[in-house]
């Protein structure tokens, strides 16, 4: 079975600061991780992905995430925030060895950048 | 240009009604997805399809139907069988594994 959580349904973050959107997961073999930004109305976009490999996985608009094995998390990271951040951010994993090829979403976070 | 197009972006629908959202994709996926999104619940999968002329039912297809007669159209029908049908309808492609490419979306009220 996988799962995928994302703890916190609002991160407040001041433009210019760093800001951090939290996810775990949970597989029972490898893990495939990412992460999509929703804007209000739209579609997701493809942020970034681990595969395998570094665990610091650059992507899209400045953001990036680490891969920790041992905590079994995949937190999206951003140096500084900007206002245009503002959105909701979903996590999703699918496990690589389960058989299965659907990735599981988490129930997404909402990013407020304030200026 | 390559990507994936839902129709129509806005569709109401009356009690008792089947309606049917358009997904196509040109990326040349092998893989497509009907997602269903309301507020606070993240996206649930309704059906996926692997390969044309198969598909399979994800966590909550009961009330919706699907075709998979060619590669790149993938369309869902709503039917009256669904309860509670208002929603934001997302489909999706990909390379078997890969990350997915979503559309923009199609909302559908019921009236």
């Known amino acids: 079975a996988q799962s995928v959580a994302q703890p916190e349904d609002q991160v407040n973050v001041a433009e210019g600061n760093p800001l951090t959107v939290k996810c775990t997961y949970s597989?029972?073999?490898?893990?495939?991780l990412f992460w999509y930004v929703q804007y209000p109305n739209r579609g997701l976009q493809f942020l970034l992905k681990y595969i395998t490999g570094d665990n610091l996985v650059k992507g899209s608009y400045g953001f990036e995430a680490e891969f920790n094995k041992s905590q079994t998390s995949f937190h999206l990271k951003k140096p500084s925030a900007l206002v245009s951040d503002s959105a909701l951010y979903f996590c999703a994993v699918r496990d690589v060895t389960g058989g299965s090829y659907i990735p599981t979403f988490g129930r997404g976070t909402s990013l407020i950048v304030h200026p | 240009d390559g990507g994936i197009t839902q129709s129509p972006k806005y569709l109401f629908r009356k009690e008792g009604q089947n309606v049917t959202l358009s997904c196509e994709q040109n990326l040349n996926h092998d893989a497509m997805y009907w997602y269903r999104q309301d507020p606070g619940q993240g996206l649930r999968l309704i059906y996926y399809s692997q390969i044309v002329n198969d598909f399979q039912k994800g966590d909550i297809a009961e009330g919706y139907s699907v075709s998979r007669e060619k590669k790149e159209s993938f369309p869902l029908t709503v039917t009256s069988a669904q309860k509670n049908p208002t929603a934001f309808y997302l489909c999706a492609s990909s390379e078997i594994g890969q990350g997915a490419f979503f559309g923009p979306g199609t909302r559908l009220t019921v009236l």
């Open positions: 597989v029972s073999g490898n893990p495939y």
